[in-house]
């Protein structure tokens, strides 16, 4: 069962992206600096909403498209992702000592090995 489907679907699809993407940023500044989101918005509201819409998205039809050969900006960003998340990583765990270097390497080098998986599967599918 299908709920919507073609441009519709791609609507409910958008919107689905737009609320994820901006709850993640949303989340990211809180943990950064915290109560300057909270003060304003509880991001529980927000993460219902993309719940919700994920949910919607999830039983609608999409129409397949092309896509696009991953390129090499794509790993150069990839790259920057990785090194940003072990920075905010280390910024979050900076009172633990040596062990806070050790986990925000490993987590940096995670986010680069796992983004770099997904781009290789894409790749190879198309």
Do not use: C
């Not at 299908?2 to 809180?30: D, M, P, R, S, W």
């Amino acid at each position: 069962m299908k709920l919507f489907k073609g441009h519709h679907a791609e609507l409910v699809n958008h919107i689905f992206q737009t609320l994820l993407v901006t709850y993640l940023v949303l989340l990211l500044i809180e943990q950064l600096w915290e109560g300057v989101v909270s003060v304003y918005l509880n991001l529980n509201y927000l993460l219902i909403a993309v719940i919700v819409a994920g949910i919607v998205d999830v039983f609608s039809e999409v129409p397949y498209k092309m896509h696009e050969r991953v390129k090499t900006k794509n790993y150069w960003f990839v790259f920057a992702l990785g090194i940003l998340g072990f920075f905010i990583i280390k910024f979050k765990t900076s009172s633990l000592g040596w062990l806070s270097w050790v986990i925000s390497l490993i987590a940096g080098v995670l986010i680069i090995l796992l983004s770099m998986l997904v781009l290789e599967e894409e790749d190879e599918r198309h």
